[in-house]
């Protein structure tokens, strides 16, 4: 039988296209209509912003650690997060968890070397573009990577938490991040990491000047993957 996911939640539309991925690609592996047993608990986003906004991230482990216990008690097996951002409370988890974790930068960075990637430009929250969570992972890992301006950095942020998580999507944001993208791939980058779980609900592949590393959607194969016992392809 598959393992069970749990999906501990943080933001609705970066989960729910998690989700999404799973149960539309499971029928590739396992037959028509089948996919993996599948639960769900988030926490309301607002809940997690007020410790995100005051650096304190034991109170995001907290939370996290709230919803894996719900999700070990409804039988899940083993857990993923389909949000970057709050995985900088991974360690903190981890520890304390009832539930093993994938890990959805060591997914991407484990695609990155599957497709010889060498310098990663980063996308996401500035939680996440100025944080430990992609250095730390990408460096044990051999991969280099930028971070776009200040400025740019900014736009981004603006457009997840002021669009993006509230399901909006605009072309002029699209743009704003073609240009950012542009502008990593003149300093070098040869691939760009979709580093918020929503950010590939707004760039496609065809939109982004570089090829992307989409990590909700890699976060939810490998949980696939990691649900009919198959070894990563």
Same mark, same amino acid.
């Given at each position: 039988?598959?393992?069970? %996911?749990? %999906?501990?939640?943080?933001?609705?539309?970066?989960? $729910?296209?998690?989700?999404?991925?799973?149960?539309?690609?499971?029928?590739? +592996?396992?037959?028509? &209509?089948? &996919?993996?047993?599948?639960?769900?608990?988030?926490?309301? +986003?607002?809940?997690?912003? *007020?410790?995100?906004?005051? *650096?304190?991230?034991?109170?995001?482990?907290?939370?996290?650690?709230?919803? $894996?216990?719900?999700?070990?008690?409804?039988?899940?097996?083993?857990?993923?997060?389909?949000?970057?951002?709050?995985?900088?409370?991974?360690?903190?988890?981890?520890?304390?968890?009832?539930?093993?974790?994938?890990?959805?930068?060591?997914?991407?960075?484990?695609?990155?070397?599957?497709?010889?990637?060498?310098?990663?430009?980063?996308?996401?929250?500035?939680?996440?573009?100025?944080?430990? %969570?992609?250095?730390?992972?990408?460096?044990?890992?051999?991969?280099?990577?930028?971070?776009?301006?200040?400025? *740019?950095?900014?736009?981004?942020?603006?457009?997840?938490? *002021?669009?993006?998580?509230?399901?909006?999507?605009?072309?002029?944001?699209?743009?704003?991040?073609?240009?950012?993208?542009?502008?990593?791939?003149?300093?070098?980058?040869?691939?760009?990491?979709?580093?918020?779980?929503?950010?590939?609900? +707004? %760039?496609?592949?065809?939109?982004?000047?570089?090829?992307?590393?989409?990590?909700?959607?890699?976060? $939810?194969?490998?949980?696939?993957?990691?649900?009919? &016992?198959?070894?990563?392809?």
């Amino acid at each position: 039988m598959p393992l069970h %996911i749990g %999906i501990v939640a943080c933001s609705a539309e970066g989960a $729910a296209l998690c989700y999404r991925t799973i149960c539309a690609e499971g029928p590739a +592996l396992m037959g028509a &209509h089948r &996919h993996p047993e599948v639960s769900m608990h988030t926490h309301s +986003l607002g809940d997690y912003m *007020d410790f995100i906004r005051r *650096d304190d991230w034991s109170g995001v482990a907290r939370l996290m650690l709230s919803s $894996a216990e719900k999700l070990r008690r409804v039988g899940a097996d083993f857990l993923i997060c389909p949000d970057n951002t709050i995985h900088r409370s991974f360690p903190l988890v981890v520890e304390r968890s009832p539930l093993p974790w994938l890990h959805i930068v060591e997914e991407v960075a484990a695609e990155a070397r599957r497709r010889g990637f060498r310098r990663l430009a980063i996308t996401g929250t500035t939680y996440t573009m100025e944080g430990p %969570i992609y250095p730390d992972v990408l460096t044990r890992n051999g991969i280099g990577f930028r971070i776009p301006s200040t400025a *740019d950095r900014r736009a981004l942020n603006d457009i997840i938490f *002021d669009e993006l998580v509230n399901g909006i999507f605009k072309p002029e944001s699209v743009e704003v991040f073609r240009t950012v993208i542009g502008a990593m791939r003149a300093e070098g980058c040869d691939a760009v990491v979709l580093g918020c779980t929503e950010i590939p609900l +707004l %760039i496609t592949s065809e939109d982004s000047p570089l090829p992307v590393l989409d990590s909700t959607r890699l976060l $939810a194969r490998a949980a696939l993957q990691r649900a009919i &016992h198959r070894p990563p392809e």
